[in-house]
T-cell receptor, first 112, second 112 residues
Framework: DAKTTQPPSMDCAEGRAANLPCNHSTISGNEYVYWYRQIHSQGPQYIIHGLKNNETNEMASLIITEDRKSSTLILPHATLRDTAVYYCIVRAYNTNAGKSTFGDGTTLTVKP | DTEVTQTPKHLVMGMTNKKSLKCEQHMGHRAMYWYKQKAKKPPELMFVYSYEKLSINESVPSRFSPECPNSSLLNLHLHALQPEDSALYLC???????????FGEGSWLTVV
């Protein structure tokens, strides 16, 4: 699976959009981008995933660049409860999902 | 519903004790996983079960013994643990090993 690079930390004002970047410059054509988050002392929570098209669900939007070398997770109206570590993971669909490695992620702090 | 239930939430055990962590899901998922997470580190895969058979063991010491009694249940038997084994143990499941993984809230283990 391709390696991902994320900034170690970011701040966001409550009510504003949080844009979390992820670089995956070695991504292959069959590899998906997955996002999880982990709120302190809880298990990781699945947020969204995509292959090449932008995706949106009730939690977030995922924007993947045309060359697929990077992506951005957007939380449109961040709340204090969105403070968490956000993990970007890249993996091919036909590989064992458990073998995907979590990097160090981005610690997002939403401030009042 | 994407619920994976882990019990107990907290466990304190001595180095000579035998205990078990339990995990349950009723989503019809046929892949189940155990991860270990140390403080301020990302989750690390320990075991993968696929259709109730152990498919991946990430060279985990034998003092950790997984068991999958049926498609809904996953246990992690613990014996003769060391203090360095103290961590958050996460159970997860997915439809099969290719699909999105959903995590439980974890079991906090302290070895004294």
């Amino acid at each position: 699976d391709a390696k991902t690079t994320q900034p170690p930390s970011m701040d966001c004002a409550e009510g504003r959009a949080a844009n979390l970047p992820c670089n995956h410059s070695t991504i292959s054509g069959n590899e998906y981008v997955y996002w999880y988050r982990q709120i302190h002392s809880q298990g990781p929570q699945y947020i969204i995933h995509g292959l090449k098209n932008n995706e949106t669900n009730e939690m977030a939007s995922l924007i993947i660049t045309e060359d697929r070398k990077s992506s951005t997770l957007i939380l449109p109206h961040a709340t204090l409860r969105d403070t968490a570590v956000y993990y970007c993971i890249v993996r091919a669909y036909n590989t064992n999902a458990g073998k995907s490695t979590f990097g160090d992620g981005t610690t997002l702090t939403v401030k009042p | 519903d994407t619920e994976v239930t882990q019990t107990p939430k907290h466990l304190v055990m001595g180095m000579t004790n035998k205990k078990s962590l339990k995990c349950e899901q009723h989503m019809g998922h046929r892949a189940m996983y155990w991860y270990k997470q140390k403080a301020k580190k990302p989750p690390e895969l320990m075991f993968v079960y696929s259709y109730e058979k152990l498919s991946i063991n990430e060279s985990v010491p034998s003092r950790f013994s997984p068991e999958c009694p049926n498609s809904s249940l996953l246990n992690l038997h613990l014996h003769a643990l060391q203090p360095e084994d103290s961590a958050l143990y996460l159970c997860a499941s997915s439809l099969d090993t290719r699909n999105t993984i959903y995590f439980g809230e974890g079991s906090w283990l302290t070895v004294v």
